[in-house]
């Protein structure tokens, strides 16, 4: 009896944590069709090497901490090795401290890329990050 209790409350408990597991609210001004949609423009700026379009869409912030030319150092080899582009596989859109949150899959012709990329309300980028 104590056994099947004790199942009976991990479950609850498991089935409470999934549930709140979920992608948090997007900030006022973004929705997921307009984050999704940002996403998709960063990942093909990046493909096609195009830094001074990226930058002109990216916050202050992000601006004054690296040049075109540290990012395309840590992204061409990337490139490089992963390939050709192939597609976008799937895009994930929530919110997290005030910014909008896009985790894209990319598929490439020897690789996946995972980017995980960070919109203001405004829609500026804020937050790169690839693996």
């Known amino acids: 009896m104590k056994r099947t209790l ?8 498991s089935l409470a944590l999934l549930a709140g597991c979920g992608a948090a609210p997007l900030p006022d001004g973004l929705t997921q069709e307009s984050v999704t949609d940002a996403a998709a423009q960063t990942v093909a ?10 930058f002109a869409g990216m916050t202050e912030e992000m ?18 090795a992963a390939g050709a582009f192939d597609s976008i596989t799937k895009t994930t859109v929530g919110g997290k401290d005030g910014y909008g949150v896009a985790v894209v899959q ?23 990050f690839f693996k």
Do not use: H, R
């Not at 004790?6 to 408990?13: D, F, M």
């Not at 700026?45 to 990226?54: K, R, S, T, V």
């Open 63 to 80: 601006t004054s901490a690296m040049t075109a030319e540290d990012l395309a150092a840590v992204w061409q080899p990337v490139l490089e």
């Open 45 to 54: 700026q990046l493909n096609d090497e195009d830094y001074d379009a990226l």
């Open 106 to 128: 990319a598929k490439y012709e020897n690789a996946a890329v995972t980017f995980t990329l960070s919109y203001t309300p405004e829609g500026k980028l804020g937050g790169l």
């Open 6 to 13: 004790s199942l009976a409350l991990c479950l609850i408990l």
